[in-house]
């Protein structure tokens, strides 16, 4: 049977945008606390039980997370315009060589109600 497990964390972070609306506060610098969902899919290993140790996906999450938390985003290499779809499609990237079976992930701003998913 095919399963998919995930795993949540946050993230602080500082950024700027150039957008058509809402644009004098967004050009101003800004910060907003970020949520994201590792999603990790597969078959169970028949002697763990398990798709993948979810303390190996935490591990991976801890590295990545360093490079964002309490980061300007528009600073942060490889990142591109901070946009919630570039924030998603950079921790793809940075997680899809480190975590088989990544089958996507998750990033939003619960304050604002806005969020994105990227998928394989």
């Known amino acids: 049977m095919h399963c998919e497990i995930s795993q949540t964390f946050y993230f602080d972070a500082a950024h700027t945008l150039k957008r ?3 644009a004098d506060g967004s050009k101003r610098v800004h910060g907003h606390t970020y949520n ?3 999603f990790v899919a597969g078959q169970p290993d028949p002697t763990t039980g ?3 140790d979810l303390g190996l996906v935490r591990r ?3 590295v990545l997370r360093e490079q964002l938390d309490h980061h300007l985003l528009d600073e942060v ?3 591109g315009p901070p946009t919630l ?3 998603c ?3 793809f990237r940075k997680l899809d ?3 088989p079976g990544l089958a996507s992930v998750r990033v939003w701003r619960a304050s604002l109600g806005d969020g994105c998913r990227v998928s394989r």
């Open 60 to 62: 991976e999450i801890a």
């Open 97 to 99: 060589a480190r975590l």
């Open 77 to 79: 290499e490889g990142l």
């Open 36 to 38: 994201a969902e590792v």
């Open 50 to 52: 398990m798709v993948m």
């Open 20 to 22: 058509a609306i809402e």
């Open 89 to 91: 499609q950079f921790i």
């Open 85 to 87: 779809e570039n924030l």
